[in-house]
């Protein structure tokens, strides 16, 4: 068996803080992407979560840079 086929797919929202992933893919439309690539946040990325709150924004470490994420949006960033 693959040991990749073992990592999950999640949301961004389920991830606990001090945890790095890889951004898999962005489920919105254009606006929405257009958005998270300004962001620094596009499939491929590495990306560290610094504070999650239930139903509340997502700060993560991109780069160098923390960029804040409303709750509805970051649930929509599928990661492994």
């Given at each position: 068996?693959?040991?990749l086929n073992l990592i999950k797919e999640k949301p961004l929202t389920d991830i606990?803080?001090?945890t790095k992933v890889k951004v898999l893919?962005?489920?919105?439309g254009e606006r929405f992407k257009d958005k998270l690539l300004c962001m620094g946040i596009l499939p491929g990325h590495e990306v560290e979560i610094l504070s999650s709150q239930r139903k509340g924004p997502v700060?993560?470490?991109?780069?160098d840079t923390?960029?804040?994420i409303g709750?509805?949006?970051?649930d929509r960033i599928i990661v492994q």
């Amino acid at each position: 068996m693959n040991h990749l086929n073992l990592i999950k797919e999640k949301p961004l929202t389920d991830i606990k803080p001090g945890t790095k992933v890889k951004v898999l893919k962005l489920l919105g439309g254009e606006r929405f992407k257009d958005k998270l690539l300004c962001m620094g946040i596009l499939p491929g990325h590495e990306v560290e979560i610094l504070s999650s709150q239930r139903k509340g924004p997502v700060v993560v470490k991109v780069n160098d840079t923390r960029v804040v994420i409303g709750y509805s949006m970051a649930d929509r960033i599928i990661v492994q």
